[in-house]
């Protein structure tokens, strides 16, 4: 009898995971976010299924935590959003400079800050942004690295 429903489960693994395995690719990042994702959230679903062992309702928020601090991680442009990065106000002098550079390579060319204000103000958020996505994945290894051993079904 276990044979059948062990071979049940591994069908229904095999319909759950082959569409995220043909999904992945190697050379971002994203894609390792994602999976962790995804097998924390079916984990998470399935303590609080079962509720097998004393905790469960801390092992389940942990991984509620790591899903949230994961989707963040894999949507690095969250950071640009969340915090209005991009949509700052430039000074006169920058965007007279950008105009003349849209005219001269098109609309695609890059925005440079090139008044020393700007550019200071543009470093000083960049470096606010790197320091909160690095904290961000730094708190989401600790927590992986303190909690992740007791997360089993």
Not at 59 to 70: F, N, S
């Amino acid at each position: 009898m276990w044979r059948i429903t062990n071979f049940i489960q591994f069908l229904k693994d095999l319909v759950y995971w082959v569409p995220k395995i043909w999904q992945d690719r190697d050379w971002d990042p994203i894609y390792l976010y994602q999976f962790m994702r995804w097998k924390i959230e079916r984990m998470a679903k399935r303590i609080t299924k079962e509720r097998r062992h004393i905790g469960w309702e801390r092992d389940v928020r942990d991984m509620k935590v790591c899903i949230a601090l994961l989707k963040r991680c894999e949507l690095d442009d969250i950071y640009d959003d969340m915090y209005g990065f991009y949509e700052r106000k430039k000074c006169e002098k920058c965007l007279s400079e950008h105009q003349a550079l849209k005219k001269k390579y098109g609309e695609d060319s890059y925005f440079w800050h090139s008044c020393d204000p700007c550019v200071k103000i543009f470093r000083r958020n960049h470096n606010w942004l790197d320091a909160k996505k690095k904290a961000d994945k730094t708190y989401l290894f600790k927590l992986l690295d303190k909690r992740a051993d007791r997360w089993w079904t």
